[in-house]
């Protein structure tokens, strides 16, 4: 094979260092004489990988006691249930910035009272609402955000006022981006599949008394987040594999990358790269508002169908694969989370350039 | 490392090919140039992936086209209070045979109501109660039960009557160890993690026009098995990686083994080696009913716990691993599943009857 580049939105690429490792162990993991696949969660050899993965996620994050780690099943979708299921008694106030939003808004709606903070539908998602305490309902228990948007391309840089409320966030797409201050918020979700592992594994950080402001008629163990504190997420079989390869990933941030700060600056450092070429082209350009641009999705567009389509062939030939925009928006999106390396954006706004003159 | 056997109850022990496919194929899938792990699960590789597991399962058992294969997450936990989300109308006939149906039992009753149509408690599980349509209660919806018993080493050998019902069975630990004829059953679900791969993938077998007698309460489209039909399981990100993993279980199932009569052949000779043992064995015993025996979970004691300890340390210094029982029974237990080969059981009696002689 020739090298490729892959900028899909997940699931998404993967560190290299940590496929090697994998492949690796994939028969004998730490001299075991197994695979991690085939431990029994209740081993020994297991319940070491549980404890070093969410060891490293709390020197990452410098993530307090107060806080829980939990690993969950179901994907960022399933959380868009479990979050109402847990806490939604007298309402939520949520802010609409996209699909994953307005996702979460109807599985909220079957389970309690919306009321909508905010919303950028008005301008297709290309901005992040700005609302204040007064645009929150007085009654609501907590405000909810899905803090990068995977699809439009946009980013809280600040979080919302939550006076009284608790704050709820989705960071599937960027956590472990940046340096992350886990006690502003009461819990986060993340679906590991963009920046931590495989599909298949959801990370939630909990603050610990938030359970105390738990609904009465969760409907399963299974949908109650209790059930994952009181058993260290191990009330049944948790997805071993995929929490290994978190750890694997979250042990190359520490180790091979150097730990948050670091990854940042290497995520910024690549977003300019792409940025600063699309805000001078003159065929391609990107809708977002310049203050509410993603660093790791980045959609943008020629202004003509047909010139995307070959361009995302063309792309495609060269090597730089899954650049085809969401279904629901089109033209283009380059996702260039943690694992995509510099040297990938460098290429690919080379390739672009080179486009951009051929088809001028 | 020295050769181990591993004895797991879930997640299990995986056949040695499929693992060295994977770790081939851990950076550079089929010439992708990526690993599964880093593909859109909206791209033609994985959907090629998601295709042939669903072709290779439906050769496998003859599925007819009247039944939908769904890959979910969440485990058999979840599923306990899926089937009574979605199909509890009037209430479930459910036949208790240990700890997976004291589980189903008391998600189910949060749910809707619940009649017991059997119960083996009385003699610690160690049988399956035969019942007749008349233990049924004339107004539920479904019959549910548990076909092969982990903990306690039990098997259903015919399946209840269920006339003017439907029948959905929890199969986590026999599915695919023998031939199976789905349209004998209207629902169908096993956790991967002990014949068909890793953990966190959830296969479900499930007749369509079962979809028609559904709940209209169903609180999240991630819990309504219509979003998993609709959708051909991905209405959000499934765990690729471990569809991935059930697909080369099951090819190799079909190549290797050469289709599920085979399969069942090897088992029933595994299973009879270590049941002639123990029968013939003056401290060792299986207390099981002999006619509702398991082929894959196998418990066995001595009837002195200190003696049990002993035996399960020098197991697993001489390589058996994970031969404890399970917490809440004690005593041993022999888990050879698909991927146990017969030697791992032939080298486990030998070990045995070396045991007993020098412990008489």
Redo the contacts between chains.
Sequence with gaps: ????Y?F???????P?AV??K???E???AN?????V???????SSFEKILKDTKDTMRRLANIPDDYEILFI??????Q??MVP?NFNKNGADIINTGQWTKKAI??TE??GRVHIAGDSSDKTFTYIPKITQEDLDPDTDYVYICENNTIYGTKYKELPPHEGKKLIADLSSCIFTEPLDVTKYDMIFA?A?KNL?????TVVFIKKDLLDSQRNDI?????DYKTYVNNDSM????????IY?VGLVCKWLEDEIGGLEEMEKINHKKAAILYDYLDSSKMFSNPVAVEDRSYVNIPFVTGNPDLDKKFIAQAKEA?F??LKGH?TVGGMRASIYNAMPVEGVEKLVAFMKKFEEENA
């Design positions: 094979m020739s090298k490729i892959n899909s939105a997940g699931p998404a690429c993967m290299e496929l090697k994998a492949a690796d994939m028969l004998d001299g075991s004489g197994m695979s696949m085939e431990m029994s969660h209740r081993s099943q179901g994907g960022g979708n399933l868009f249930s299921m109807k599985e079957k389970l679906g599949q592992g495989p599909a298949g594994v409907p399963s163990a299974m949908l009330y049944n079989t948790p997805p071993t594999y995929g390869m090597g694969e899954n279904r």
